[in-house]
């Protein structure tokens, strides 16, 4: 059993950072696929970044490309979402998944989530 909890989420203006972070309980937390997805008002939950469960090996939408960092800390169970230059467009809730399988894109098949943190960038 995974836990997930993100925080870091808020209120930014266009170009301005955020730095989203999820902790994680579960003593097999290591060994599972972390991954950051996004849902705006409207609009289908997208992926946004992954991780694998070595760190070794990331994956990001195109949308965030050169933008987004994800990355993980192992021995404190977190994982990290470094958004820079951030534009309105990124405006949506925030949501760290958990999953055994690696690469996975899909939210659908994520087995942990988190309750979500919400980003707005102003214009």
């Known amino acids: 059993q995974v836990q997930l909890g993100e925080s870091g989420g808020g209120l930014v203006q266009a170009g301005g950072s955020l730095r989203l972070s999820c902790a994680a309980s579960?003593?097999?937390?290591?060994?599972?696929?972390m991954g950051w997805f996004r849902q705006a008002p409207g609009k289908e939950r997208e992926f946004v970044a992954i991780?694998?469960?070595?760190?070794?090996?990331?994956y990001y939408a195109d949308s965030v490309k050169g933008r987004f960092t994800i990355s993980r800390d192992i021995p404190k169970n977190t994982v990290y979402l470094q958004m820079n230059s951030l534009k309105p467009e990124d405006t949506a809730v925030y949501y760290c998944?958990?999953?055994?399988?690696?690469?996975?894109?899909?939210?659908?098949?994520?087995?942990?989530w988190g309750q979500g943190t919400q980003v707005t960038v102003s214009s």
């Open positions: 998944a958990a999953d055994k399988s690696y690469p996975n894109f899909r939210w659908r098949e994520y087995e942990y």
């Open positions: 579960g003593r097999t937390f290591s060994t599972y696929t």
């Open positions: 991780i694998s469960w070595s760190a070794r090996n990331t």
